[in-house]
C-alpha cells in the first residue's frame, strides 16, 4: 500500500511539471501558416510542428529542404535569343548537349526589352522602372550581393573585356548594360568593394587555380561570344566560346566535391512572348538550362518560370530575403529538377 501511494505521488508530480501546450490537440499545420506573416514560405503538409509553447517564437519550417543548399551558383548570360534560335541549332552543338544531358527548362521567360532591365532583375528582383540600356541611371536599392554577403558568402562577376576592375562606361566589346552590378550605389560607390568584386574575365582563371571560387559568380561574355552580334559573330563562336569555360569549370567544381549550379540563361528573348504576371508584351522564351551535380540528369522542366524565380531559389537555397518581385506568388520557385 505504502509503494502504491509513492508511485501515485510521482506520477501526479509529473504530470503537474508538464507544459500544458503538451496536453490536448496540436495546433494543424494550416492554423500556423494563417498566423505567420505573407512573406512566410508554404510549408509542405508532411511537416507538423509538435509541442508549441506559447511564450516561445515558433520556428516554421520553410521550403528550403526541396532545394539544395549549393556551395556556388555560378551564372553564364548570353545576348537576345529566343528558345527556338537556340534548342536544337546545329551550330550551338554544345550548348544543345548540356540542355539534354541535364536540365532544360522549356517555359522560362525574360521579363522585359531591352537588355539592362533583364539584368537588373536577375540580380535585384526589380527593373526600376528603367526601359533603355542608359549607363547612368544609377539605383540606390539592395541586390542579391547585399544578401550573399550578410550571409558570409562570397559573389564576384566576370566581366569579358572589361579593362580593370569596377570600369564604369563601355569600352571596346565590354558594354556596361551587361554588367548590373555596377549600378548599385551600394556598390559602385564602395571602391574596395567594387574592386573585390566587379573583376575582368581573366581573373576567373586565376581564382580558379587558388581554389578560391566566390560561392556566387556571374560570368559575362563580351559582345562576340554572348551571342550578341550574331551578324559578326554567329552562333557557333559564342558555343565554342560556352565549350572552352565549362571544360574548365565543371572540373574544378566536381574536384571540390560540394553541391553547385551553372545556370545557362539569356537575358531576353527575340520575341515578346509573357507569362506568370509579366506585361502581355514581355521578353520571350528563352532557353535556360541548370548544369548541376543535384540535379535529374535529362530532364526537362515545363513549368513556366521567369528570371525572378532563379532568384527566388538563390534566395530560398541560401536563406536569404526574397527581393522584390521574386516574393510574388506568380514566380514560382524551382523545386522539381533536384534530385
Known sequence: ???????????????????????????????????TSTS????PASITPTAVKTSIPVSIPTLKSLVPDFSHIIFIVFENKEFGTVIGNPLMPIYNRFA????????????????????LAMIAGDTF???????????????????????????KTYQEDMPRRCFIGSWGKYSQKHNPFIYFDPIRLDKTRCERSIVPLPDLALDLAAGIIPNFAFIMPNLCNSAHDSEECPLNIADAWLGLLMDTLIPSLELEGKPYLIVLTWDEGQGDHSCCGLPEVAGGRIPTVFVSNQVKRGFQDDTQYTHYSILKTIAEAWGLPYLGHSSDENNKLIIAPWN
Open 40 to 43: 512566410t514560405p508554404f510549408i
Open 100 to 119: 539534354q544531358e541535364y536540365v532544360l527548362f522549356t517555359e522560362y521567360y525574360a521579363v522585359i526589352h531591352p537588355s539592362l532591365p533583364n539584368y
Open 129 to 155: 522602372n528603367i526601359t533603355t540600356n542608359c549607363e547612368d541611371c544609377f539605383i540606390n536599392a539592395p541586390s542579391l550581393p547585399d544578401y550573399i554577403e550578410a550571409s558570409g558568402r562570397t559573389w
Open 1 to 35: 500500500m505504502r509503494r502504491f501511494l509513492l508511485s501515485l505521488l510521482i506520477l501526479l508530480f509529473l504530470v503537474a511539471c508538464l507544459p500544458s501546450s503538451s496536453i490536448g490537440p496540436q495546433p494543424s499545420v494550416s492554423l500556423l501558416t494563417n498566423l
